[in-house]
């Protein structure tokens, strides 16, 4: 029995690393989309050091634990090695990020305010959720969903910050993951007329997320009712 669940598991983290792999390298916008979505973390690290943004706990760890997931998922599959370095890259950049939010960040084991700690059990019990069933569902797009599912548990706490307190995070480099989303649609290819298949659907779903999660952060940021005004 333990046998057949590795095999399991083997079987789920190599689809999923074939779907990453599509995704990022058959096309060449994707690749840029890519590239952009790494220097996102340069203008955040320097924002954190200098205390001007107070990353939230609970979503950067949770963000660190998917992005792990990927980058092993992607290393089992044994895909192309520009692929495994962005994976791990991109998991080492948020990991970082999880480690900086310690001393620098907001949210967590600190948080007193009832309503708060009740939102942030909320989203690790919805993250957690979404994780174990990444691993119990054998479908690669069901596994696919049930991460964006944990993402979103992870990110919706960052996106309610940046509503409430714009001024505690980066515009540039948020920015610069919205400007990575908007390549990464671009980075479809042709859109098919209705109705949609099932192919395109797989595709869609990743860049589509990250293009509305990115752009909520992103026009909080810009147009929340609480922004400073210099």
Same mark, same amino acid.
């Given at each position: 029995?333990?046998?057949?669940?590795?095999?399991?598991?083997?079987?789920?983290? %190599?689809?999923?690393?074939?779907?990453?792999?599509?995704?990022?390298?058959?096309?060449?916008?994707?690749?840029?989309?890519?590239?952009?979505?790494? *220097? +996102? +973390?340069?203008?955040?690290?320097?924002?954190? #050091? *200098?205390?001007?943004?107070?990353?939230?706990?609970?979503?950067?760890?949770?963000?660190?634990?998917?992005?792990?997931?990927?980058? /092993?998922?992607?290393?089992?599959?044994?895909?192309?090695?520009?692929?495994?370095?962005?994976?791990?890259?991109?998991?080492?950049? %948020?990991?970082?990020?999880?480690?900086?939010?310690?001393?620098?960040?907001?949210?967590?084991?600190?948080?007193?305010?009832?309503?708060?700690?009740?939102? %942030?059990?909320?989203?690790?019990?919805?993250?957690?959720?979404?994780? $174990?069933?990444?691993?119990?569902?054998?479908?690669? *797009?069901?596994?696919?969903?049930?991460? &964006?599912?944990?993402?979103? +548990?992870? &990110?919706?706490?960052?996106?309610?910050?940046?509503?409430?307190? =714009?001024?505690?995070?980066?515009?540039?480099?948020?920015? $610069?993951? #919205?400007?990575?989303?908007?390549?990464?649609?671009?980075?479809?290819?042709?859109?098919?007329?209705? =109705?949609?298949?099932?192919?395109?659907?797989?595709?869609?779903?990743?860049?589509?997320?990250?293009?509305? /999660?990115?752009?909520?952060?992103?026009?909080?940021?810009? +147009?929340?009712?609480?922004?400073?005004?210099?």
């Amino acid at each position: 029995y333990t046998t057949e669940r590795s095999l399991r598991s083997m079987e789920l983290f %190599q689809m999923l690393g074939s779907w990453f792999y599509v995704y990022f390298t058959n096309f060449t916008i994707g690749k840029a989309a890519a590239v952009v979505e790494v *220097f +996102f +973390f340069v203008p955040y690290f320097i924002s954190i #050091l *200098f205390k001007k943004t107070r990353p939230h706990r609970v979503t950067w760890w949770i963000l660190t634990i998917v992005a792990f997931v990927i980058a /092993v998922s992607n290393d089992m599959s044994a895909n192309d090695p520009d692929t495994r370095w962005f994976a791990w890259v991109l998991f080492i950049g %948020q990991f970082a990020v999880a480690l900086l939010s310690i001393p620098f960040g907001v949210g967590g084991w600190k948080v007193e305010d009832k309503k708060q700690l009740k939102d %942030q059990n909320i989203s690790i019990v919805g993250a957690a959720i979404g994780i $174990l069933f990444l691993f119990i569902l054998e479908h690669p *797009f069901l596994a696919l969903i049930a991460g &964006l599912v944990a993402d979103y +548990f992870g &990110l919706r706490l960052t996106i309610k910050k940046a509503r409430d307190e =714009p001024h505690s995070e980066s515009r540039c480099a948020w920015t $610069l993951t #919205l400007v990575a989303s908007v390549l990464s649609i671009f980075a479809i290819g042709q859109w098919p007329s209705w =109705p949609l298949t099932f192919g395109f659907i797989t595709v869609a779903t990743f860049p589509l997320y990250m293009l509305v /999660v990115n752009g909520a952060v992103t026009f909080w940021l810009y +147009f929340s009712p609480h922004r400073r005004h210099t």
